[in-house]
């Protein structure tokens, strides 16, 4: 067990639907970062926030979005959902302020279906 | 622009044997970490191992050790001993700035 906590693990959802998925960090950590995993694009960075503020932006799309709250969970509102956003979303979290000289642990991830 | 390549898409190895996995990577930084993560049929990713790029000693975690080759950009993991249960994708992924940069990932088979 990582200790990060992602909700929920499984989500069905019809095209042009949005969700929101969500992400609790391991305790201490300030950093949250967001991941997508689909067959075709392998494991891509989207955002990551430190103590709630945005902190880089990876291939993220302009129909995600996400947030970090003052109690450091941080949420990824995913919106007009095509088939192709159908994928595994992991949330990672990792203790300073970047990547960079920490070890970043990931939740479980949360299966994202859209038919 | 920051990326890792991993050239074998799929590797296979008995059980008890040794294999290793190849990653190269393209940066212009001279200081960043590199990490092996593994990511099992529960699809969770787990960290394997860690190194340093401005530590000359090679990182091992029990039967995983890497072969860290800075000049060649070179980081290769090698599993000793192998167990049925190390059956499961691994991905190579570098740091040198905000977030990894993963690799496309190999795929091993422990088999009996």
């Not at chain 2, 940066?27 to 990511?39: D, G, I």
């Not at chain 2, 995983?64 to 192998?82: E, P």
Request: with cysteine; charged share 15%.
């Amino acid at each position: 067990d990582s200790g990060v906590t992602q909700t929920p693990k499984h989500l069905i959802t019809a095209t042009g639907q949005r969700v929101t998925l969500r992400c609790s960090p391991r305790s201490g950590d300030l950093s949250v970062y967001w991941y997508q995993q689909s067959l075709d694009q392998g494991l891509q960075f989207l955002i990551q926030y430190y103590n709630g503020e945005e902190r880089a932006k990876g291939n993220i799309l302009e129909r995600f979005s996400a947030q970090q709250f003052p109690d450091l969970h941080s949420e990824l509102n995913l919106s007009s959902l095509e088939l192709g956003d159908s994928a595994l979303y992991f949330c990672a979290s990792s203790v300073g302020r970047g990547a960079f000289g920490n070890t970043i642990y990931f939740g479980e991830g949360s299966w994202l279906t859209v038919v | 622009a920051q990326t890792v390549t991993q050239s074998q898409p799929e590797m296979s190895v008995q059980e008890a044997e040794t294999v290793t996995l190849s990653c190269t990577y393209d940066t212009s930084e001279n200081n960043y970490y590199l990490f092996w993560y593994k990511q099992p049929p529960s699809r969770q990713m787990i960290l394997v191992i860690r190194q340093e790029a401005y530590k000359q000693q090679n990182a091992t975690e029990n039967r995983f050790s890497v072969n860290f080759q800075k000049a060649a950009k070179s980081f290769s993991l090698k599993i000793s001993d192998s167990q049925l249960g190390d059956t499961a994708m691994y991905f190579c992924a570098f740091i040198s700035g905000y977030a990894l940069n993963f690799g496309k990932g190999t795929s091993l088979l422990v088999t009996p």
